[in-house]
T-cell receptor, first 116, second 115 residues
Framework: GAGVSQTPSNKVTEKGKYVELRCDPI?????LYWYRQSLGQGPEFLIY????????DSGLPNDRFFAVRPEGSVSTLKIQRTERGDSAVYLC??????????????FGPGTRLTVL | AQSVTQLGSHVSVSEGALVLLRCNYS??????LFWYVQYPNQGLQLLLKYTSAATLVKGINGFEAEFKKSETSFHLTKPSAHMSDAAEYFCAVSAKDTGRRALTFGSGTRLQVQP
């Protein structure tokens, strides 16, 4: 079956521009997560959706970052006024439900964002 | 707050040798623990997870990890390394008491396997 997919795989933008990163979770997975992985580091949590609502957005670094999941499936991470420090690989993951014991998160290949 | 420490950013072993990747956690309540592997240009793949059942957890590709509460550790082992095991390995925790779903990852250990 299809795994988590993310588009684009690579995105190069200029400082100050707006970008959108898309995530398609595994079909039927109600929970969706965004992480950010900087070079040489482990992934850092950004936001978690249960269904259409953001259940935990405590990892978003500032108000330039926003994410939506309007129909409870596809999610879009939006970054306004990009800065060079936003350059990283953005990872999306999904899990079958929000139940902790079923919290096996399946990761997509990521979108590599480069801000020039 | 919980955290994970992976000792050794790089580990090199010979093919056929024992693999030992170290992970220590910090949490007031023993958390759920995970090991993920990341191959070049691929997404993170779950190797194994501990959810408070058996303390010795067996995963894919011959890997296993043992939860030791007294040592707050969850080290990953494999008896005999294969060339295909070369990758980056991440230990992660998830809170058991708060129900918070986010994973907190360590900084990773890159495993090299020498022929």
């Amino acid at each position: 079956g299809a795994g988590v997919s993310q588009t684009p795989s690579n995105k190069v933008t200029e400082k100050g521009k707006y970008v959108e990163l898309r995530c398609d979770p595994i079909s039927g997975h109600t929970a969706l997560y965004w992480y950010r992985q900087s070079l040489g580091q482990g992934p850092e949590f950004l936001i978690y959706f249960q269904g259409t609502g953001a259940a935990d957005d405590s990892g978003l670094p500032n108000d330039r970052f926003f994410a939506v999941r309007p129909e409870g499936s596809v999610s879009t991470l939006k970054i306004q006024r990009t800065e060079r420090g936003d350059s990283a690989v953005y990872l999306c993951a999904s899990s079958k439900s929000g139940l902790v014991l079923e919290n096996t998160q399946y990761f997509g290949p990521g979108t590599r964002l480069t801000v020039l | 707050a919980q955290s994970v420490t992976q000792l050794g950013s790089h580990v090199s072993v010979s093919e056929g040798a024992l693999v030992l990747l170290r992970c220590n956690y910090s949490s007031s309540v023993p958390p759920y623990l995970f090991w993920y592997v990341q191959y070049p240009n691929q997404g993170l793949q779950l190797l194994l997870k501990y959810t408070s059942a058996a303390t010795l957890v067996k995963g894919i590709n011959g890997f296993e990890a043992e939860f030791k509460k007294s040592e707050t550790s969850f080290h990953l082992t494999k008896p005999s390394a294969h060339m295909s095991d070369a990758a980056e390995y991440f230990c992660a925790v998830s809170a058991k008491d708060t129900g918070r779903r986010a994973l907190t990852f360590g900084s990773g250990t890159r495993l090299q396997v020498q022929p």
